[in-house]
């Protein structure tokens, strides 16, 4: 059985999400949940990242693009991943997008005190204020450039999509979009509502 570490609230989200349109068994440990479950993550991930992902052979993945396209792989009946070799290319290509663009800037806007040699208030405001504004930027950018893969209504959902769905849930991005690309919120909104993943969604932002 598969083991996905995370918590609420968190890039796991899309991994649980992945793993329910596989439609495989699964085990989702909350780290947040006790002190054992933190400890057992630091010993498959020495970094403590979460999502980290136990294989049934004992293995481990992380990195949430990593995970998204091992499942894409070993499923290919989810439809995570296109079956057509041009199609799949630039939906992992999207997916590296989100991470190394998206991804990275939320970690500095939670966390600037570690990309600063001396992390005083106004020094980490900055970085703060000037990552956010590349954050949004880059959604914008994503919006423009990906639409052509994204989910439309009438097919499954992707590893793109779930991994959007995410992301964009941080650091004010849902909102800068609802003005500056309504279309790509409302496409957003689409998954969010999709039986499969509603729940999910609820189970980590509840109400």
């Known amino acids: 059985m598969y083991q996905l570490y995370g918590h609420q609230n968190s890039g796991a ?21 006790s002190t054992e479950a933190a400890q057992a993550l630091e010993k498959l991930n020495p970094l403590k990242q979460i999502p980290t992902l136990q294989l049934p052979d004992g293995s481990i993945l992380s990195e949430s693009a990593a995970i998204l396209i091992h499942l894409g792989l070993t499923f290919p009946r989810s439809k995570l991943l296109p079956y057509e070799a041009a199609k799949r290319d630039q939906v992992i290509r999207g997916l590296a997008y989100i991470v190394s663009n998206c991804y990275a800037a939320i970690g500095i806007i939670d966390y600037p005190e570690r990309w600063l040699a001396e992390a005083d ?7 703060i204020a000037g990552a956010r504004t590349r954050l949004h930027w880059s959604w914008e950018v994503f ?11 009438d ?5 793109l999509d779930v991994l959007a769905a995410v992301v964009t849930r941080w ?16 496409w ?20």
């Open 143 to 153: 919006a423009d450039e990906f639409s052509a893969e994204l989910y439309l209504g």
């Open 171 to 186: 650091a004010g991005s849902r909102e800068h979009l609802r003005s500056t690309r309504p279309g790509f919120f409302a």
């Open 121 to 127: 208030e106004s020094s980490r405001q900055n970085l």
């Open 155 to 159: 097919e499954k959902p992707g590893a």
């Open 13 to 33: 989200a899309a991994v649980e999400a992945a793993l329910e349109l596989c439609e495989i068994a699964y085990r989702f440990i909350d780290v947040e949940a």
């Open 188 to 207: 957003l909104e689409r998954i969010d509502r999709h039986p499969t993943l509603a729940p999910v969604f609820a189970r980590h932002w509840p109400g």
